[in-house]
T-cell receptor, first 113, second 114 residues
Framework: AAGVIQSPRHLIKEKRETATLKCYPI?????VYWYQQGPGQDPQFLIS???????DKGSIPDRFSAQQFSDYHSELNMSSLELGDSALYFC????????????FGPGTRLLVL | AQSVTQPDIHITVSEGASLELRCNYS??????LFWYVQSPGQGLQLLLK??????LVQGIKGFEAEFKRSQSSFNLRKPSVHWSDAAEYFC????????????FGTGTRLLVSP
């Protein structure tokens, strides 16, 4: 079965650079969630989209922005990168409007030097 | 707001022995409960979920979990652990309303000894 696709899988950036992470949800899933998992930490919710509209917002820095496109893929844009942004970034997708199961992608590991 | 507590940071179990990982949640309404497993450097794989109905749910890889409302718990169990079960296990809670984020516990790292 098709799964959530994230690209790139690994990314190395310098401080103050920008990064763009992409997420392709499972076909026919209309909701996308982004999570950040720091080293040794649990995943923390950043932001979510349903039908191309932002549906919920968590502890996402102002330096980050995200959107969902007409084909339901989503991009997380990160600017002015800081060392503390080094983490594993997960995208998850679900179908429907209520408490549906979220299926996670393999994650993008971002290292900021 | 939802919260999840996984009281055990690490657990070591002998191969072939039984396993129980504890999870307690806090949520005012009916919770949606999940267990995910994460191998080192890998993504999160769904083991099982509870939405409603039978409080004992079966998942993949021989895992099961029991929802106990009176104890606000959703403990994960496996009767016989295999070496390949060594991983990080996360319990998570979601709301029963739309577009709700998952709130994760801090995880329990399972080590399997020969």
């Amino acid at each position: 079965a098709a799964g959530v696709i994230q690209s790139p899988r690994h990314l190395i950036k310098e401080k103050r650079e920008t990064a763009t992470l992409k997420c392709y949800p499972i076909p026919r899933h209309d909701t996308v969630y982004w999570y950040q998992q720091g080293p040794g930490q649990d995943p923390q919710f950043l932001i979510s989209f349903y039908e191309k509209m932002q549906s919920d917002k968590g502890s996402i820095p102002d330096r980050f922005s995200a959107q969902q496109f007409s084909d339901y893929h989503s991009e997380l844009n990160m600017s002015s990168l800081e060392l503390g942004d080094s983490a594993l970034y997960f995208c998850a997708s679900s179908s429907g409007q209520g408490g549906e199961t979220q299926y996670f992608g393999p994650g993008t590991r971002l290292l900021v030097l | 707001a939802q919260s999840v507590t996984q009281p055990d940071i690490h657990i070591t179990v002998s191969e072939g022995a039984s396993l129980e990982l504890r999870c307690n949640y806090s949520y005012g309404a009916t919770p949606y409960l999940f267990w995910y497993v994460q191998s080192p450097g890998q993504g999160l794989q769904l083991l099982l979920k509870y939405f409603s109905g039978d409080t004992l749910v079966q998942g993949i890889k021989g895992f099961e979990a029991e929802f106990k409302r009176s104890q606000s718990s959703f403990n994960l169990r496996k009767p016989s652990v295999h070496w390949s079960d060594a991983a990080e296990y996360f319990c998570a809670v979601g709301a029963d309303t739309g577009f709700q984020k998952l709130v994760f516990g801090t995880g329990t790292r399972l080590l399997v000894s020969p």
